[in-house]
């Protein structure tokens, strides 16, 4: 916020200058595979907004968003980009196939993370040397993420701008996904199956994506997903236990506050600083897994845009994607889906929590008092009839980003049914 800087900073009016210049800053740019296109979409939701009146007020108001305002349910227009990679079969080995599979990318949400994240990925995978699928690839921004922060407000008589972006569930994503899909079916080479790649507090949108698709009257998609490949995969409550709605909204407006501004300028300050020291701590198994890039493109992300990108990320702090899966796990139960899970050899798990999400129940303990063996999530897909099986990578956290290779080796053994046990990857 200016007015921190203003007060806080010897040279304030240089480092003014500098975010008023920084907020309209374009994306970073990735190096993609020379087959790649990037597109342009638009989705459609329909949220209840809240517009800000075109009056001016002082700074008091506008840094506790007090300014005079109008909620109103309206249709919001998002425009988002989308990388796209078609890779045709290249086997060694293993017999060809005249299968189309499409693999859609859903990237983690978090300050400055965008599509971004799968760059190297999709290098990793056009430059596996076996693939007996031909694969196209999707990788899009999430709403609130990246290219899509800057919603149209499709409704009349509304004069003014937002204050904020309106708080996203894991069905506002789905439902951009899954357009996204019955799109690409219409536009491109006919798709044979689908699967859906998803990183840790991401899990949920993959899962129902997975079981929309089963719906043959409501989902738009002329081929269901019949793959779900979950890295860094949380604990079993955190797919079974749902969120309190009331809570997540209340949560979510204090970070529309002040609160929230004041974290994304620390987070953003420096160039970037606590991103890279957060990172290291939580997210990888060695600060050097990051690379050169990870913090120039997380910094620019974030503060491109005008910041609006902080809303996603305060949507997921405020436990938006803690609304449970047992709805979906249910819809998928026996169903030929298969639910496989990437695993890090780096088992730490990231401490870094969020003040609004609840705390967890103390572990039950048996009579001896030794505590019970822990259900974990693969249990559970296994007992659920979705195969459940586990490949293990380098990394912690960010596997897609801290071992691109072993990860592409182990969706492309996912997705031709590989035994675990054979593709499993050593050290």
């Known amino acids: ?134 694969l196209l690839i999707l990788s899009p921004d999430l709403l609130g993420s990246g290219s899509a922060c800057h919603p149209t407000i499709v409704s009349s008589g509304l004069e003014g701008s937002l204050t904020h972006l309106p708080l996203l569930n894991i069905s506002d994503w789905s439902h951009q996904l899954i357009q996204l899909m019955a799109t690409t079916e219409a536009s491109q080479d006919p798709v044979d199956r689908w699967c859906v790649v998803a990183n840790g507090g991401c899990s949920p949108i993959a899962l129902q994506m997975a079981a929309l698709s089963l719906d043959d009257e409501s989902c738009p998609l002329s081929k269901p997903v019949s793959n779900v490949i979950i890295s860094s995969s949380p604990r079993l409550p955190f797919f079974l236990n749902s969120s309190d709605p009331t809570r997540v909204a209340k949560a979510y407006q204090r970070l529309c506050g002040a609160v929230g501004r004041i974290f994304w300028w620390y987070a953003c300050r420096k160039q970037g600083r606590f991103i890279q020291t957060f990172s290291e701590k939580n997210l990888v198994a060695d600060p050097s897994n990051l690379g050169g890039t990870w913090r120039t493109n997380c910094y620019r992300t974030a503060i491109a845009s005008g910041g609006f990108s902080r809303y996603s990320t305060f949507a997921f702090l405020a436990g938006c994607l803690q609304d449970g899966c047992q709805k979906s796990l249910n819809a998928l139960k026996g169903k030929e889906v298969n639910i496989d899970i990437i695993k890090g050899r780096d088992v730490r798990q990231n401490r870094a929590k969020s003040w609004f999400w609840q705390k967890p129940r103390r572990k039950s303990k048996t009579k001896e008092g030794q505590s019970k063996p822990r259900k974990t999530f693969r249990d559970y897909v296994e007992e659920n009839g979705n195969r459940g099986r586990e490949l293990v990578v380098g990394g912690r956290i960010s596997l897609a980003h801290e071992d691109p290779t072993e990860y592409s080796k182990a969706v492309i053994s996912f997705l031709n049914g590989a035994d675990a046990t054979e593709a499993k990857t050593t050290m």
């Open 1 to 134: 916020p200016h007015w921190y800087v203003d007060r806080h900073v010897a040279d304030g009016s240089k480092l003014r200058a500098t975010w008023e210049t920084s907020i309209n800053s374009d994306l970073p740019t990735v190096n993609l595979p020379n087959d790649s296109v990037t597109d342009t979409y638009t989705v459609s939701v329909v949220k209840e907004v809240w517009v800000k009146s075109t009056r001016r007020s002082s700074w008091p108001q506008r840094l506790f968003q007090r300014q005079q305002t109008t909620t109103v349910n309206s249709t919001l227009d998002y425009s988002y980009q989308c990388d796209k990679l078609l890779l045709e079969a290249t086997a060694v080995s293993s017999k060809l196939s005249s299968d189309t599979i499409g693999v859609v990318l859903i990237h983690p949400i978090g300050v400055g993370i965008a599509r971004w994240y799968y760059e190297r990925l999709l290098n990793a995978l056009s430059e596996t040397p076996s693939r007996p699928h031909r």
